[in-house]
């Protein structure tokens, strides 16, 4: 089967958005941050989830682009997302708890590592 075809006609995989803290006054923290969220975007994949991870997408854009219109597109994306992944640094970033509220407020699983992505994404058997 090609790709376009079991992309349509196949079963649908988990899209898992990434949370975690970015931002910090020193730039090597934050490239920290995104190589963290990276690797948590790589692991979902590996597991065969597809992970949606903010910081990669929005690694080192201006700052003339106001904070809040980020959180904005974040929440957007975090609509049309089945899980969010929660990184080891979220408690110590306001936009990350901020994203996970946002979750929980549309009943989307939050998961905490490998062992919760694996939970969400395995076949279910037998309606369990």
């Keep these: 089967m090609d790709v376009f075809k079991e992309a349509q006609e196949g079963p ?35 597991l065969g989830a597809v992970a949606i991870v903010p910081h990669l997408n929005t690694m080192f854009y201006p700052s003339e682009i106001p904070y809040m219109e980020y959180m904005r597109g974040d929440f957007e ?31 989307l699983p939050v998961l905490y590592c490998e062992a919760d992505v694996s939970f969400l994404i395995k076949p279910k058997k037998d309606g369990v």
């Design 77 to 107: 994306i975090i609509r049309r997302c089945d899980a969010i992944y929660m990184l080891h640094n979220y408690e110590f970033s306001t936009g990350a708890l901020a994203e996970k509220s946002f979750a929980v407020s549309l009943e």
């Design 12 to 46: 649908r995989k988990k899209v898992i958005y990434v949370a975690g803290a970015y931002s910090s006054e020193d730039s090597a923290t934050v490239w920290n941050n995104i190589m963290d969220a990276r690797e948590a975007g790589i692991l979902i994949w590996s």
